[in-house]
DNA sequence: TAAAACCCTACCGATTTACTCGTATTTAGT
DNA sequence: ACTAAATACGAGTAAATCGGTAGGGTTTTA
């Protein structure tokens, strides 16, 4: 059940522009310097976010990544769905339905999977950026007067 | 965010034994030509099961596997925990102290990961086997009826 | 026009997953 | 006592996934 580096690197990086938002385009370097990620690794993630309209792109010299939704109305959901894929926590509840198990109709399992996945869903879905950035801002302040007393 | 065979056949072949725990000690090739696994792999999961106290086992020629708890007194996440190690979504919201990231402090998600992890047990905790052990003999009777139909 | 950004694809080592296999042990029935 | 049927246990293994690297581009702009 765990996340993958993809969705928890990613979803750092969509908060960083969060909190940068008005500084203009941020190149990748700073935010891979940042979070202390490799940068052709972190590159990646920003194309899956890209493809999925989440953020923006400018290219050339001063160039960099932006977000391109407002943070109070994207989602957790949405930008972990862009990361991973999926959400699903079992292949039979996932919105794909392709992969429907042969034994779905007969899983015992399967109420619980479909209840447990609206839950998580509801809570990923209801958390926005917004949210995360403004816990991490305010983190970073507390260190920065922590550090300033020592 | 899967959940790997390990969480899904295992619980699956827990309802089975709630689902015939007056049988009496219910065989491994049983529950696996039922549930239609491989017998050796199942075995190894019934092996985690029963190291955390969930089953319990006779040997010999008529023996079996059998549920040590009452199913109403047995949750899903107890099962899983024992099947999959850690329901945990993250290292750093895990219950192993050890594996905590250096960036924890500071890590934009992490607060994030707590709220998820806590909503994800409360679930798995709140529901039971016999609730899993009800839809699943409910689905069984219907199917059972439908082929009397035709 | 060169530097700095983004774009793309392939590959790779390590780990995990999803099993299999062989052997030993236990026990009910004959 | 013997045997068939069942669990017990540890090792091994092929395939998939994870977590990246490497290195080639192309495009833009100071």
């Keep these: 059940m765990k996340l993958s580096t993809k969705g928890r690197y990613g979803l750092r990086a969509v908060v960083e522009l969060a909190a940068r938002q008005d500084e203009g385009p941020v190149?990748?370097?700073?935010?891979?310097?940042?979070?202390?990620?490799?940068?052709?690794?972190?590159?990646?993630?920003?194309?899956?976010?890209?493809?999925?309209?989440?953020?923006?792109?400018?290219?050339?010299?001063?160039?960099?990544?932006?977000?391109?939704?407002?943070?109070?109305?994207?989602?957790?959901?949405?930008?972990?769905?862009?990361?991973e894929g999926s959400t699903a926590i079992a292949d039979c509840v996932?919105?794909?339905?392709?992969?429907?198990?042969?034994?779905?109709c007969t899983c015992s399992a399967r109420p619980l999977f479909l209840t447990l996945q609206n839950r998580i869903d509801a809570v990923l879905d209801a958390t926005t950026i917004r949210d995360l950035t403004e816990d991490y801002m305010e983190q970073k302040r507390r260190i920065e007067h922590a550090k300033s007393l020592s």
Aim: hydrophobic letters at 40%; aromatic letters at 2%.
């Design 27 to 83: 190149s990748l370097s700073s935010i891979a310097a940042e979070q202390n990620v490799s940068e052709a690794y972190l590159e990646q993630l920003m194309r899956s976010l890209k493809n999925a309209g989440i953020v923006g792109t400018a290219r050339g010299k001063t160039g960099g990544y932006l977000l391109k939704k407002k943070p109070e109305e994207l989602s957790v959901g949405e930008v972990l769905r862009a990361l």
């Design 94 to 104: 996932g919105t794909a339905e392709a992969s429907v198990c042969e034994n779905a």
